[in-house]
């Protein structure tokens, strides 16, 4: 006896793809749970490490990273299949689909036809769930999409066999084994205790010394680099916080909403203190994606600009050290 | 941020909604859909100036003869040297020598058709550029 898939809109693709597989499974946890205990927000400024010719900038960890760290804090076991061929690869996935087993796949946005023009980059890192196939389509929860999708064969095939950075190699996994009463509280407290570690690591280009960091790029970028080029840099940072599906302002408003649910779970004060301060740092770093973008629009201009901006990610620093050292000092 | 602060404003989503976490009137952050933000289209808009522009560059470089067709497909799928190369299972020294006129001219019909593969397109596609400007560059 199988009980249909349930399709969830999420914010994220990673958490999305986690949260709809265990509640497929009877184990219904919120996108932002998903979130919170697979390792939640961070951020990392590598300036000596380009992609596109851009600075790395990232507002959390690495692709995969959220699935893997979510699973074990929760005690489940993971199936995890990659493919040498296409072939293989896509027998393997209708194999589930035909036993009733959603699965979730790793997936390029760029070939999938369902996603707007102007979304599709050649990134591997997109997660998906599918769950059936129709004559020649697969049906997939896409969980950024609000609704189901059709996607063809063809299309997903590419989609799952691309070459390049994070190559999905057609990578397939689902939860094997769910204990029967997972320790919620334990996994959120991991979760946190993870996070404020990362957070709050000496290393000057992570966590809150990496937002300190670009802060402190940011002011020089003008000079160094000229106006198109400075204007195309904080694009990129604002990209990252707004349009890779973050949930709005880097993923700050999720882990606000993790927080106030982990606040319940735990039922510790400080935990639901830092959701209030967290909801005020993330309505900041929305204030400064509006300010990056009148860089790039050409309405903000000259180095006084950046300087202000720069101000304001440096106060985006200073109230997470102030988030993180409270919730340390309660977990 | 409120949910009925979450931006509905005209953007790139083509009718799609995309998931935020905003407040509902008890506090509560909880998915609201947003049509869209000014701010996204604004820095979606810059990264596509970019790759119009290499596009272009590319095409008006094959109808001048300095590079061959597989330069403006290349450019056309957002691909790069070695992402191509790894896609069509060729080595990225060759394929930068098929990026020019002379050498792309004397592939044979096995080569083309792993590189039309590659790039998904047919093999007459990856022959020719258009002849008028207007970068188009997904499927």
């Given amino acids: 006896m199988t009980t249909p898939f349930i399709h969830r809109h999420a914010a994220h693709c990673e958490t999305g793809t986690v949260a709809a597989l265990l509640r497929d499974r009877g184990l219904d946890l919120s996108e932002p749970m998903v979130f919170g205990i697979g390792g939640g927000v961070f951020f990392i400024y590598v300036p000596f490490v380009k992609m596109g010719g851009i600075p790395l900038a990232a507002y959390r960890g690495a692709p995969g990273s959220i699935i893997k760290s979510a699973y074990k804090r929760l005690g489940v076991k993971v199936r995890v299949m990659r493919f040498r061929s296409p072939d293989d690869g896509m027998a393997s996935l209708d194999r589930f689909l035909a036993a009733g087993t959603s699965v979730g796949l790793r997936t390029s946005g760029y070939w999938l036809p369902y996603f707007p023009q102007n979304l599709r980059f050649q990134f591997n890192a997109h997660h998906l769930v599918a769950f059936g196939k129709e004559g020649g389509d697969y049906i997939l929860s896409d969980p950024v999409f609000e609704h189901p999708v059709r996607c063809p064969a063809a299309d997903l095939r590419r989609a799952r066999f691309t070459k390049g950075l994070f190559a999905p190699k057609g990578l397939l996994f689902y939860p094997e084994e769910i204990p029967a009463n997972p320790d919620i509280k334990g996994a959120v407290i991991d979760g946190i205790r993870f996070t404020c570690r990362r957070m709050l690591v000496p290393v000057p280009f992570m966590g809150v010394a990496g937002i300190r960091y670009l802060s402190r790029q940011m002011r020089k970028w003008p000079d160094k680099l000229g106006m198109e080029r400075a204007a195309y840099y904080m694009g990129s940072v604002v990209r990252m916080q707004e349009e890779i599906g973050t949930g709005g302002a880097g993923f700050r408003f999720m882990y606000t909403a993790f927080l106030q649910e982990a606040a319940g779970v735990t039922g510790m004060a400080a935990v639901s203190e830092a959701a209030g301060m967290m909801s005020e740092t993330g309505d900041k770093w929305r204030e400064f994606a509006v300010m990056g973008a009148k860089v790039c629009k050409g309405v903000l201009e000259g180095p006084g600009a950046y300087a202000e901006i720069a101000d304001r990610v440096f106060d985006c620093a200073e109230r997470e050290e102030r988030i993180f050292r409270l919730l340390k000092g309660a977990v | ?139």
């Fill in chain 2, 1 to 139: 941020m409120k949910a009925k602060e979450v931006p509905q404003e005209d953007s790139i989503l083509e009718g799609n909604r995309r998931a935020c976490y905003a407040q509902d009137e008890t506090g509560k952050y909880v998915v609201v859909p947003s049509r869209g933000w000014e701010v996204e289209k604004i820095i979606n808009a810059q990264t596509h100036v970019e790759i119009d522009r290499s596009i272009e560059e590319a095409r008006q470089e094959v109808m001048n003869g300095a590079a061959s067709p597989l330069l403006y497909h290349m450019r056309s799928r957002q691909m790069t040297v070695s992402l191509l190369a790894a896609t069509a299972g060729v080595w990225s020294w060759r394929v930068k020598r098929h990026l020019k006129p002379g050498p792309f001219a004397s592939l044979d019909g096995a080569m083309l058709g792993r590189y039309a593969e590659a790039l998904g397109i047919s093999v007459e596609e990856l022959n020719t550029v258009p002849a008028e400007p207007g970068a188009k560059r997904t499927p």
